[in-house]
């Protein structure tokens, strides 16, 4: 049977299960491919747009992480929503493991996948500097300033340049003072019917 012969979305699932994420068009693809609703491709766009942030911040200062880890983590650290719905409005965490499950299924490096645990658990388990920037992103995307998330982000920064954390406190401050900023923007680019 000729791929014409499937539904497209059939297709689209069949181009990316089994392969290794490579970039957040990727992850997009994939989680449409298994029907995530727009609300969810909404947010994870959107807490993508506040890693992305983060990110450039970082690298102008000149830090060394892996920052395509990031913007990866970003784009699916939900997709356990797509498992139970009803944490898209909703409290609950069961979409944490589901979604690490799902992506591993569908191919997704580990190290991706574990983001959706880890963006909500990483005062409870060991993480990467990645992983908290993650879960920094999915706090000020919506404007949510999380003091002790964002000095471990600092620390490890001065850590890793040398410094001491009141030497680098104030530019990142600054930088998330400024993506938390236009959360009440991203917030309202969320809503969808």
């Known amino acids: 049977m000729s791929s014409t012969a499937y539904p497209l979305r059939i297709v689209a699932a069949l181009a990316v ?14 989680l449409e491919s298994l029907d ?10 959107l807490v993508g747009e506040a890693a992305e942030h983060l990110v450039l911040a970082l690298e102008e200062m000149g830090i060394t992480f892996k920052a395509e ?4 983590g970003a784009s699916i650290h939900d997709a356990g929503k797509i498992v139970h719905p009803a944490e898209l409005s909703g409290k609950g ?13 569908h191919g997704v490096q580990s190290d991706v996948a574990r983001c959706c645990v880890s963006h909500a658990r990483y005062e409870a388990m060991e993480v990467s500097f990645e992983e908290l920037l993650v879960a920094l992103s999915d706090k000020l995307w919506k404007g ?50």
């Open 17 to 30: 299960t089994n392969l290794m994420l490579k970039s957040t068009k990727d992850a997009q693809l994939l």
């Open 36 to 45: 995530a609703p727009v609300r969810l491709l909404t947010h994870l766009r």
């Open 69 to 72: 880890l990031v913007r990866l």
């Open 93 to 105: 965490n069961l979409h944490e493991l589901a979604g690490e499950e799902l992506l591993l299924r």
């Open 144 to 193: 949510k300033r999380e003091e002790n998330l964002e000095l471990r982000v600092i620390d490890e920064v001065a850590m890793r340049l040398g410094k001491d954390r009141w030497d680098v406190f104030s530019d990142l401050d600054s930088c998330f003072e400024r993506v938390a900023a236009d959360g009440g923007s991203r917030l309202s680019r969320s809503k969808v019917n």
